[in-house]
């Protein structure tokens, strides 16, 4: 079939230890929790220097207390609407807007409104 032998088709492919060129939904790591969605896109590399992130907030839900860590973060409101809260002041972004922070701050996201807000954020040194 196809060129190959039955026992070739029905064989399990070589696992490589190259990380993964394309990444599938159903391979994301889901790292939230309470409503909030967190689905990092991993390829198998361990010295990656960048992470990117699908992040889902239900209606209502937050990332909790103000958490910081090492580097820089940058994300684009895909759906919906967030308040970031970042050095004692609250953002309110909506679909189409972006925002650039410096993650050794401090800082927070809540969703406020009634509906789903969705963003895709980048992070970089990847602490995840």
């Not at 070589?14 to 060129?21: C, F, H, R, S, Y």
């Not at 361990?46 to 992040?55: G, K, V």
């Not at 609250?90 to 993650?103: E, F, K, P, R």
């Amino acid at each position: 079939m196809y060129g190959l032998s039955l026992s070739e088709f029905f064989s399990e492919p070589e696992k490589t230890d190259e990380p993964q060129v394309v990444i599938n939904q159903d391979d994301l790591i889901e790292m939230g929790s309470q409503g909030v969605s967190m689905k990092l896109v991993h390829n198998g590399n361990p010295n990656r220097t960048l992470a990117m992130i699908f992040e889902t907030y239900q209606p209502g839900t937050t990332t909790g207390e103000r958490i910081k860590h090492q580097g820089e973060e940058i994300g684009t409101v895909l759906e919906g609407e967030i308040v970031l809260t970042i050095n004692g002041q609250d953002y309110h972004l909506v679909a189409g807007q972006s925002y650039a922070i410096n993650t050794g701050i401090p800082h927070s996201f809540s969703n406020t409104s009634a509906g789903i807000c969705r963003i895709i954020s980048a992070h970089t040194p990847t602490t995840f």
